[in-house]
């Protein structure tokens, strides 16, 4: 990962074949690298599944608020142009606004400069993991 100055501290599993790699994660910001394998395609032509865009963007969401336990609660997405098989994309994540243990983040999602995928997400950093049922009253 070249620039940025953060070390990634949420979704060490993430493999980059799926959602990509990250090239950059800041305060409040992440860039994550893509480039579509032929296994995303959902038809003959090489049309991408819109859902592995949407995981990049998702993926440079969770690097943007950086935080061991973010989740995603809600999305908000517009698919702007088509994908295909092969192509690299670039999804430049944001936090607009934080209020405690929620952030709304916005994402673009280019190719070669031009967006395909524009989405606003919501975080939210449990004090556990998702998968621990045990809650105190405060999460």
């Known amino acids: 990962m070249s620039g940025g100055g953060q070390s990634q501290r949420t979704h ?39 859902s592995f865009p949407f995981g990049v963007a998702d993926y440079a969401a969770m690097l943007a608020v950086n935080e061991p336990n973010v ?9 702007l142009r088509p994908v295909a098989v092969g192509e690299e994309l670039l999804a430049e994540a944001a936090v607009e606004r934080s209020d405690g243990k929620k952030h709304r983040v916005r ?31 405060d999460d």
């Open 12 to 50: 060490l599993e993430v493999d980059g074949r799926l959602c990509g790699r990250p090239v950059e994660i800041g305060a409040g910001r992440a860039v994550v690298r893509w480039k579509a394998p032929v296994e995303t395609a959902a038809d003959a032509s090489g049309l991408v599944h819109g």
């Open 107 to 137: 994402v673009v999602v280019r190719r070669g400069g031009e967006p395909v995928l524009e989405a606003e997400l919501l975080c939210i950093v449990p004090g556990r993991h998702v998968f621990e049922t045990a809650r105190s009253p």
């Open 71 to 79: 989740v995603l609660a809600e999305a908000t997405i517009r698919f």
